[in-house]
């Protein structure tokens, strides 16, 4: 079992920066597709930003330029790097770990593992 833990978050200003910090446990991730994904209310849970071993990323359309995804093996840790803020990137962010498999489709049910989130308020 994988356990991941969110912190991070907070209440900022538009055009201000956050940095999502996730700490894995319970077995090595190295070799695990990890991604974020957010949630605002009323709203289905979407990806924002997914990396596979140590460089491999993509962001979605909405964040990139803006967001950064990295990860650090050695840790069991994953980043994101989040700049240029804006109102609507206001949502619950949460840390996900799956399979390699999990990277190709992206989607949240692709996911196994979960973290219980983090609020970003971006006014």
């Known amino acids: 079992q994988v356990q991941l833990v969110e912190s991070g978050g907070g209440s900022v200003q538009a055009g201000g920066s956050l940095r999502l910090t996730c700490v894995a446990s319970?077995?090595?991730?190295?070799?695990?597709?990890m991604g974020w994904f957010r949630q605002a209310p009323g709203k289905e849970r979407e990806g924002v930003s997914w990396?596979?071993?140590?460089?491999?990323?993509d962001h979605a359309g909405p964040v990139k330029g803006r967001f950064t995804i990295s990860r650090d093996n050695a840790k069991a840790t994953l980043y994101l790097q989040m700049d240029n803020l804006k109102p609507e990137d206001t949502a619950m962010y949460y840390c996900a770990a799956g399979g390699m498999g999990s990277c190709l489709f992206r989607k949240p049910p692709d996911f196994t593992y979960w973290g219980q989130g983090t609020q970003v308020t971006v006014s």
């Open positions: 990396i596979a071993g140590s460089s491999r990323n």
């Open positions: 319970g077995a090595a991730v190295s070799s695990y597709c």
